[in-house]
């Protein structure tokens, strides 16, 4: 590919200077027009950790669009997360307004959320943690657990299982659920 810099070729890919520029900042560049799930997967890791899970929606989008459209589970468990981030940083404003942009069509949709309360995952309707707007101290609420930094960890291994789905088999928290339904049938 000759002598083309990080930032030129993320500006390409994702057509947008701002997203080049940072991921050049995080050394987690896709390095190639089609990049591997394993490469991407590090990409969009990093971006979720970091808080900023609406520029990995963005990236799925466009190398992945069978996996991160409007409406199915990553776009979905992103959009919330994206919005997490926002009540977590106090940003009401924003998060209300990516609420009803990103999230108010998909209200009654659910997804796997990670309660560290209980340490398993459950699931929780998108209108429920809509309800993170309504508490003057989202942190002390019901739903404080979504605040969790483990939260945005577990999103970040959701999304992954899903780029590759292979790994499934060797996630832990697909293996503890099987484990579970073994020894409830072996107590029985």
């Not at 060797?170 to 073994?182: E, L, P, T």
Request: hydrophobic share 40%; net charge negative; charged share 25%.
């Amino acid at each position: 590919m000759g002598n083309i810099s990080v930032r030129t070729l993320s500006y390409s890919l994702l057509k947008t200077e701002d997203v080049a520029i940072e991921l050049e900042e995080l050394k987690v560049a896709p390095q190639h027009d089609d990049p591997s799930p394993r490469a991407l997967s590090s990409v969009i890791s990093v971006l979720i950790n970091s808080g900023d899970s609406i520029k990995a929606l963005q990236i799925l989008e466009q190398f992945t669009p069978d996996l991160a459209f409007p409406g199915s589970e990553v776009y979905l468990i992103l959009s919330s997360q994206a919005f997490i981030d926002l009540i977590r940083e106090n940003s009401v404003i924003e998060a209300l307004e990516l609420a009803q942009k990103l999230l108010s069509q998909y209200k009654e949709s659910t997804i796997k959320v990670w309660n560290y309360i209980n340490q398993e995952f459950c699931e929780i309707k998108i209108n429920e943690i809509m309800g993170l707007l309504c508490y003057v101290s989202p942190i002390e609420s019901v739903l404080g657990y979504l605040l969790n930094e483990k939260q945005r960890e577990k999103v970040a291994e959701i999304v992954n299982l899903r780029l590759n789905p292979e790994d499934e088999k060797k996630s832990y928290f697909c293996n503890a659920g099987k484990i579970w339904k073994c020894l409830k049938k072996k107590s029985k």
